[in-house]
């Protein structure tokens, strides 16, 4: 999705909350991918809800990437609209781990669909419930179909050409 939206980054910045074990994997995670396609991953973190402006803008995660990423992060999610604030300002693209987040402050996320994961969990419940399956003998299962959205009104506002096989996120 960097490459997408991005593709002459070189710096990406990974901004998540120290305090969630979940963001810090996922960060790490893209950072590998990051690095072997030849981008240089600065990681910033806060620590609670206090620290996103500092950190987005009075440490320079903003100035010194091309592009942040932010994962899956409950205190991101409910500081979007003040990343927003910095990063537009910034002129700087935010990929993001999922649609709440980036409908507030990112242009591009590879999204599940939770009425799709509400179903697939559904039928997995239907199993225990019916003692068709064991909870401790069911495999651990994941949404197989993404979906790889953008946000029209901040693509818009950065100037970003927005890749046809995206779709738009309506809210």
Known sequence: ??????PKAKKLGTLYCSAEPNSKYQTDEVAKYAKKDGLKVTKYTFS????????TQ????????DVIYIPTDNTAASCA???NNVALKAKMPIITGEEGIMSKCGVATLSIDYYGLGKQTGKMAVQILTGKKKIAQMPVQYYKN?????????????GIKVPASYKAYKN
């Open 1 to 6: 999705m960097i490459k997408d939206f991005v």
């Open 48 to 55: 609670d809800t206090n620290d996103v402006n500092s950190v």
């Open 58 to 65: 009075h440490q320079q995660a903003a100035s010194a990437s």
């Open 81 to 83: 609209k003040t990343i």
């Open 146 to 158: 993404p979906v790889k959205e953008y946000n029209p009104t901040i693509c818009k506002k950065l």
